[in-house]
């Protein structure tokens, strides 16, 4: 037996249609074996809070092992894991195709998706991971402004952290009435010479994504300015649901099943008439790259989808690379601290963003490849948020010692969380912003 794999992790494909896939029992002998792996090895004790939750659970056991622990008290590490997937990208030794073929997030998963279907998961965390429901309600005129004032409002906010488990202290993203679409509703891009470079077709559909339509939209539009003037026409999709992640992490797989019988078909149909897609936000690419095709690997259109799907400096790298990105900027940067989201790490891409931004004259870029430990829902309820800042604290360490110009994350969430915790020259921002800023577009 090896210990431990120096091979590249494969995936399994996630056997959620499979009766067995809910059968408690043997999740919990899955979770025991997993578990005595992990208390042997340790090396992601610091990376979230369900490994911690774990080796204390056996260390302070009877026997100092797995089998000393409640079965009962697996569900405490489950409800820590929010399924980043950097240990099962960047730490385990033991992932397929090692023999042992562990997959903690997966099994995570399975966890989370058991107790939906029992209803153990809080109503309050179906209605925060509820994107559709925010957004529709969020983005009314009147009541976006309601609410944004509302969640300045100590008062308010103690009562959202008793009915709905928002603690107090997080900060809350913004709603906009004019959201991205509505913006950006008869916009049509100015007539370029399509040009394919790598596996780019050389114009992309813009899948807007809940945050980015309703909560930042000008992020959105930061792409739009970018692209196009790297000549690569830009549409929006004509119609979209949530890509599904936040309810992936809930555990409610037959919500994320809906949103693919709306998203899979639209995108399919723009990717058979030429366009390429691209998200704004890491975990919706993420959602279309990785976890549908996992949940779906024999739906040719799903798979189809996983190949056309970009982030956004993926895209712009691979024009660069065919001499087709502008590298006339305007404005230097100077120095750039940029986290790298965890969604946007696991998907193989390499530091893409980092590259790009390291074009602009007079730029520095300063990676940190740590997670910020925001994960949409964690880092705002009640429960996890104190777990959330201890997660964040190394990165807002780090960032300190960096002294930088700016702080940007490609993940909206995760830079607003570290900017929390410092005292910035300039606002945090996303790094489409700061390349728009340099062609000072």
Excluded at 111 to 117: D, G, L, W, Y
Aim: aromatic share 8%; with cysteine.
């Amino acid at each position: 037996m090896r210990e431990g794999s120096l091979e590249a992790p494969t995936r399994h494909a996630l056997d959620w249609t499979n009766p067995e896939f809910y059968d408690e029992e043997k999740l919990l002998e899955e979770l025991e074996r997993i578990f005595d792996i992990c208390h042997g090895c340790r090396r992601c004790v610091s990376l979230c809070d369900a490994y911690p939750t774990l080796f204390d659970l056996v260390d302070e056991s009877e026997t100092f092992e797995v089998d000393g622990v409640a079965k009962e008290d697996y569900w405490k590490v489950v409800d820590q894991c929010f399924m980043c997937d950097l240990c099962y990208q960047t730490k385990c030794p033991y992932v397929p195709p090692h023999e042992w073929n562990l997959d903690f997030p997966h099994v995570m998963l399975r966890a989370k998706a058991i107790q939906f279907k029992k209803g153990e998961r809080k109503l309050s965390h179906k209605l925060i991971s509820n994107t559709k429901l925010q957004g529709a309600v969020g983005s009314l005129p009147v009541v976006s402004g309601a609410i944004n004032a509302a969640n300045k409002v100590k008062g308010v906010r103690k009562v959202l952290e008793k009915t709905l488990d928002l603690d107090h202290r997080a900060h809350l993203p913004e709603f906009h009435s004019k959201t991205l679409r509505k913006r950006e509703k008869d916009h049509t891009s100015a007539q370029h010479e399509v040009r394919e470079a790598g596996s780019t077709r050389g114009k992309v559909a813009l899948f807007a994504t809940c945050y980015c339509n309703v909560n930042t939209p000008d992020i959105g539009q930061d792409l739009i300015k970018v692209f196009e003037h790297n000549g690569i026409p830009v549409r929006l999709t004509e119609k979209e649901e949530c890509c599904g992640m936040p309810k992936l992490e809930q555990g409610d797989l037959e919500t994320v099943d809906k949103y693919r019988q709306t998203n899979i078909p639209e995108l399919v149909r723009l990717i058979d008439e030429g366009w390429d897609i691209v998200a704004a936000i890491p975990s919706c690419v993420l959602m279309f790259k990785q976890e549908l095709p996992l949940m779906y690997p024999d739906d040719p259109d799903v798979q189809k989808v996983k190949q056309h799907m970009f982030d956004p400096f993926e895209y712009l790298v691979h024009r660069h690379k065919a001499g087709l990105l502008n590298t006339e900027f305007s404005q230097e940067l100077g120095k750039v601290v940029w986290q790298v989201p965890c969604h946007q790490r696991v998907q193989n891409i390499g530091p893409k963003t980092r590259d790009v931004l390291a074009l602009v004259p007079g730029t520095e870029v300063e990676m940190i490849e740590r997670c910020s430990g925001h994960d949409g829902t964690y880092g705002v309820r009640a429960g996890t948020y104190d777990k959330s800042q201890k997660i964040a604290r190394p990165v807002i360490s780090r960032a300190k010692k960096m002294d930088a110009d700016y702080l940007v994350s490609d993940c909206p969430m995760a830079a607003t969380q570290i900017a929390d915790g410092l005292d910035l020259k300039n606002k945090e921002s996303n790094p489409l912003t700061l390349l728009r800023k340099a062609y000072a577009l």
